[in-house]
């Protein structure tokens, strides 16, 4: 039974990011901090040695792949983008506050989404369906260790909906350039859309 490693990795920073602005489906560059954050964690920690890396589509992912994964062929896999805050997008949390709509929206549930946005369940529809093509590809091109470089709230609840052990999606939180490294074999996933989840990338974190 083949088995195969994928290293789920977040982003660096963005100047939205650093100034605590949804930025989903927007897509913004990496800040020179940022940037140089991944270069120095890179330089510090042995990240996994990865066959291919697929990324989301947008920029500031892209560009963390190139730099945590050099000379690696990258793929875009267009079902890792973060999640679409609607009318939020641009915005502050200090300047959402006094909306109602953002106080119903942080409450949370599966089909509660933000004003003209995407749902949770949504997303992790079009997550599943992007694990998906992630595996069969390895499948077929037999790629057995890969990297993704996504956003913080798809690793979070990837972890949670479809890793074993079970854990909150709290409990996946990261920084920027760090991640959670699984194992999966055919027979889990397609039985049981699982996946093993191993421990944190880079493991001196």
Known sequence: MNGYKITFLRHG????NENGVYIGKTDWPLSDAGR????E????????????????????????????FPDREIVICDEMTEMDFGVFEGLAVKDLLELDSYHKWI????DNPPPNGESL??????TLSGINLIIMDMMK????????????????????CFGLPKMKPMD???????????HVTAMMWQNGGAFEI???????I
């Open 41 to 68: 964690k890179y330089d510090m920690h042995e990240y996994p040695r990865v066959e291919r890396v697929y990324s989301s589509p947008l920029t500031r992912a892209i560009q963390s792949a190139e730099i945590l």
């Open 141 to 160: 091109e037999n790629i057995h260790e890969a990297g993704v470089v996504t956003h913080s709230g798809i690793l979070m609840n990837t972890m949670s």
């Open 13 to 16: 920073r963005t100047e939205a």
């Open 198 to 204: 191993l421990g944190r990338v880079p493991d001196e």
């Open 107 to 110: 409450k949370g549930g599966l």
């Open 172 to 182: 996946f939180a990261c920084d920027p350039g760090e991640g959670w490294q699984v």
């Open 36 to 39: 140089e954050e991944l270069e």
């Open 121 to 126: 369940r949504n997303m992790m529809d079009r």
